[in-house]
């Protein structure tokens, strides 16, 4: 079956550190990828996508890179900020091109980021 | 533009009590998810719907839980009767094309 397997939490970090959180998958097919953010006391949400090999998602200045070789999708940022600090979950959905099928989520890493 | 909506947003009952649980997705979207996240967990999907139909109801529990979606929009599910690891909090989303979108959820505590 899928499954998506991401580095444990929690990830303490300074403010304008480089942030990488590890991502890899097992799927058959062509799975997309998706990073998930859920900051306190709030929902689910979408921070970035991608839905073929190669592929690269961005928004808010974090980027991950579909490897389809390593089956992996590291998030990045270059410089973190308090504000970023939340759980983050890698997730996939096994339907080439888009996520109709239910996800599969990973456990989630808690980032804490200190001033 | 609204996003997915539930109710109650928390939720305490005492073990084998029943309890619902109401999600309104966003407004032309056909797809529609009921996930559970158990603590220090990612979500977990329990059913999906394409309109009124459930396509993907394999991983609920249907010794106790249900759900239904009249009319392809809103949607409830049910758990009868509650049991203590039924604590968690139930995700409902909804897509349109190729993004879910999660609503807040609704905490469960089961004593």
């Known amino acids: 079956g899928n499954s998506v397997t991401q580095m444990e939490g929690p990830v303490t970090l300074s403010e304008e550190a480089f942030l990488t959180i590890n991502c890899t998958y097992t799927a058959t097919g062509y799975p997309s990828l998706f990073w998930y953010v859920q900051y306190p006391g709030e929902g689910l949400q979408l921070l970035l996508k991608?839905?073929?090999?190669?592929d690269k998602g961005s928004n808010k200045g974090f980027e991950a890179t579909y490897r389809k070789e390593t089956t992996s999708f590291h998030l990045e940022k270059g410089s973190v900020q308090v504000s970023d600090s939340a759980v983050y979950f890698c997730?996939?959905?096994?339907?080439?091109?888009?996520?109709?099928?239910?996800?599969?989520f990973g456990k989630g890493t808690h980032l804490i980021i200190q001033p | 533009e609204a996003g997915v909506v539930q109710s109650p947003r928390y939720k305490i009952i005492e073990k084998k009590q029943p309890v619902a649980f109401w999600c309104n997705p966003i407004s032309g979207h056909n797809t529609l998810y009921w996930y559970r996240q158990n603590l220090g967990q990612g979500p977990e999907l329990l059913i999906r719907y394409e309109n009124e139909e459930a396509v993907d109801d394999s991983q609920l529990p249907k010794d106790r839980f249900s759900a239904e979606r009249l009319k392809g929009v809103d949607s409830t599910l049910k758990i009868q009767p509650a049991e203590l690891g039924d604590s968690a909090v139930y995700l409902c989303?909804?897509?349109?094309?190729?993004?879910?979108?999660f609503g807040p959820g609704t905490r469960l505590t089961v004593l």
């Open positions: 989303a909804s897509s349109a094309l190729d993004t879910q979108y």
């Open positions: 991608a839905t073929k090999a190669d």
């Open positions: 997730a996939l959905s096994d339907q080439g091109g888009g996520g109709a099928d239910g996800l599969t």
